[in-house]
């Protein structure tokens, strides 16, 4: 729910942000590696926004690292890393609240620990990677209003990033 109504906030200004849905582009799973290359060069920004599962990103997220993020485009020899100096970020709902996401917490780590793959995947890449961005305790009940506080907030990361 959080994430949708991100993206729907983003919709209502095209010509400032450009939203690239996996799992509608690609619902079948099979992506287009060349294109997803091409798409990550065109930008200097770029803000990967999903719902923690798992403790880590959606199955399709996971899968695009995998085959877009590839020796001598992502990384190694002198045509890699062309994601070198791009700001990226991560813009994440988890459905926990912030204390479980504590050393004292039910999951005895804290986000940052939990999203540490991230962080070392784009320096590894020689992204410059920026903090991320979290919704706490969100899910299908969340209040609208709740929803609606994350919006703003969400919308003034993604604008001052």
């Not at 939203?19 to 065109?42: D, S």
């Not at 926004?49 to 190694?76: H, M, N, R, T």
């Amino acid at each position: 729910v959080t994430n949708k109504r991100w993206i729907e906030e983003l919709e209502k200004y095209p010509n400032k942000f450009d939203i690239h849905q996996l799992y509608k582009v690609y619902p079948n799973e099979k992506i287009n590696v060349i294109a997803e290359q091409k798409l990550m060069e065109k930008y200097n920004k770029i803000i990967f926004q999903f719902p923690l599962y798992w403790f880590s990103s959606p199955p399709l997220l996971k899968k695009w690292f995998d085959e877009v993020l590839i020796y001598g485009w992502a990384f190694g020899c002198k045509s890699g890393y062309k994601l070198e100096n791009k700001k990226i970020g991560l813009a994440i709902s988890a459905g926990a609240t912030e204390d479980n996401y504590s050393l004292k917490g039910d999951y005895k780590h804290t986000l940052k620990d939990i999203l540490a793959p991230f962080e070392l995947t784009f320096k590894y890449v020689k992204a410059n990677y920026h903090p991320y961005f979290v919704n706490y305790g969100a899910d299908s009940d969340t209040p609208s209003e709740v929803i609606e506080g994350s919006t703003r907030k969400y919308f003034i990361f993604v604008n001052t990033f």
